[in-house]
């Protein structure tokens, strides 16, 4: 990926949702590590989604070495920007579904603008979405989410 010039290099890890956080650290930790490691070796930004409510997670995810987190929609912001550094990007996390797929343009405005007001003045806060996006999701909410953002 680093030899097509990608940098921004997302770790997706769908199912650590379902662990302790001691069970994080024995199963999960060494290898995001590594793979953050190796990310950066390649002049890459690590960073690392896990779905669903991590917030239990937040410490481990936090020392996996990653340069930011990607939160899906249920992690309140406020707790997890608490939670790690403040050199780790925060990114997320208007709902995918409830709110980009489903809502109208103004909705997706509205919750955008609110995340930026609440959010905005934290240097390490990056407006996302919680997690992908359904191929369902109208075109105008994307455009919405960017132009909040703007």
């Known amino acids: 990926m680093a030899a097509v010039g990608a940098r921004v290099v997302a770790i997706l890890e769908p199912t650590a949702v379902i662990l302790s956080p001691d069970s994080f650290q024995k199963i999960v930790l060494e290898p995001l590590r590594s793979i953050a490691a190796a990310i950066r070796d390649r002049d890459g930004c690590p960073v690392l989604h896990i779905c669903g409510d991590s917030t239990h997670l937040l410490g481990g995810m936090a020392s996996s070495g990653v340069d930011g987190l990607s939160l899906d929609h249920p992690v309140d912001l406020a707790t997890a920007l608490e939670a790690v550094p ?27 603008r609110s995340l930026i007001e609440r959010f905005g003045g ?11 996006l359904p ?9 919405a989410l960017f132009a909040a953002a703007k």
């Open 122 to 132: 934290k240097q390490n806060f990056v407006l996302g979405t919680g997690c992908d």
């Open 86 to 112: 403040a050199d780790m990007l925060v990114i997320g996390n208007v709902d995918p579904v409830g709110v980009m797929m489903e809502a109208e343009p103004a909705a997706v405005t509205e919750v955008a």
């Open 135 to 143: 191929i369902e999701t109208p075109l105008e909410n994307i455009d």
